[in-house]
């Protein structure tokens, strides 16, 4: 299940990206083994926007599958765009709501222009830290339209798949869709928004882990210390 320990992802990420992490939910570490928390991987833009997500530990074919696909299209995006940026935001945005239509049936329309932000730093879709701190917003994703006609079988599938979330369209349908097609939803709205904005909404919204500031927990860190009594 470790993706990065694959010499072929290794290879592919360092060639196209550089790859850091964070903490940003809680877990433990008793021994050697981490326990709870989740992880999520951001593939961003060198100024900290967020082109594509993956929700949840993947295997390596997975992590290299996805991590092609936002690199082709992000490339065939700067080449359509011509140098401007207001395109560049909208070509990848729907790309994803397009990825959303082929690989999972659901129909959403891509927020091609962004709301002016909201000045109230207090607003009530903010998450926080135990000292009221705000940490990131809450974005909502674009509502679904609708299936895919000729795609409705997949929901077939995602029903008996682990992890699939039910979600109510314009018309009251509910429809199943795994995280990685929630990812999808989320950037047809969202795509080019800043990391700061975006982790939260990933890593609590789609992947149900809280955001936390405190640090890792570590369990017996001094196992030493016992052995030598």
């Not at 100024?47 to 490339?75: F, N, Q, S, Y």
Request: charged share 25%; with cysteine.
């Amino acid at each position: 299940m470790n993706a990065l320990a694959n010499p072929e992802v290794g290879k592919y990420l360092e060639e196209h990206f550089v790859c850091a992490f964070q903490k940003v939910g809680t877990f433990r570490i008793v021994g050697k083994n981490k326990q709870g928390g989740n992880v999520a991987t951001h593939f961003c833009a060198p100024d900290g926007r967020v082109l594509h997500t993956i929700a949840g530990p993947v295997d390596a074919a997975t992590m290299l599958r996805e991590a092609r696909w936002i690199v082709e299209t992000a490339t065939k995006a700067m080449k359509d765009c011509k140098g401007d940026g207001a395109e560049f935001k909208a070509i990848l945005r729907k790309a994803h709501a397009e990825k959303l239509r082929t690989d999972y049936g659901l129909v959403v329309q891509p927020t091609l222009y962004d709301a002016p932000e909201a000045q109230d730093p207090k607003g009530a879709l903010t998450y926080r830290d135990p000292t009221g701190r705000p940490l990131a917003p809450v974005l909502p994703p674009p509502p679904i339209d609708g299936p895919d006609v000729k795609f409705r079988f997949r929901q077939a599938e995602m029903a008996k798949a682990a992890g699939g979330v039910a979600l109510m369209d314009r018309r009251g349908g509910r429809w199943v869709l795994n995280n990685q097609g929630r990812v999808h939803m989320l950037l047809a709205a969202h795509s080019m928004t800043k990391i700061e904005k975006v982790y939260a909404s990933v890593f609590e919204g789609i992947l149900g882990e809280r955001v936390s500031t405190r640090p890792v927990e570590i369990v017996n860190p001094f196992p030493w210390h016992r052995a030598a009594k």
